[in-house]
């Protein structure tokens, strides 16, 4: 089993940055990517980015390309969300997500069911 927990989100301006973090404990070694989703209230969840271990590529939703950047360390089982010129429409729940699948293209990563891990949830909030 593997164990995800995320911390850093809270409420920020608009245009403002936010970083969010999920670290994983357990059995770590058999994760071979993690992502992050989000809900907002009577939406369904949607794929923001995603990372494998080996860091020689990320994944990310058109909506967020250009302001949002995701970055793993491996020594630390973590992931990073790096949140920049928030707007409003970001407002959201943001969930960490880890896999063991070897995904090899960007429809297997913004695919909530490739995951088999997910932490409960961290709220984001972006006032205008």
């Known amino acids: 089993q593997v164990q995800l927990v995320e911390f850093g989100g809270g409420l920020v301006q608009a245009g403002g940055s936010l970083r969010v973090s999920c670290a994983a404990s357990g059995r770590t070694f058999t994760i071979y990517a993690m992502g992050w989703f989000r809900q907002a209230p009577g939406k369904e969840r949607e794929f923001v980015a995603a990372?494998?271990?080996?860091?020689?590529?990320?994944y990310s939703a058109d909506s967020v390309k250009g302001r949002f950047t995701i970055s793993n360390d491996n020594a630390k089982n973590t992931v990073y969300l790096q949140m920049n010129s928030l707007k409003p429409e970001d407002t959201a729940n943001y969930y960490c997500?880890?896999?063991?699948?070897?995904?090899?293209?960007?429809?297997?990563?913004?695919?909530?069911?490739?995951?088999?891990?997910w932490g409960q949830g961290t709220q984001v909030t972006v006032s205008s």
């Open positions: 997500a880890a896999t063991g699948t070897h995904c090899s293209n960007y429809g297997c990563y913004r695919n909530p069911h490739t995951y088999d891990y």
């Open positions: 990372v494998p271990r080996s860091g020689v590529s990320t």
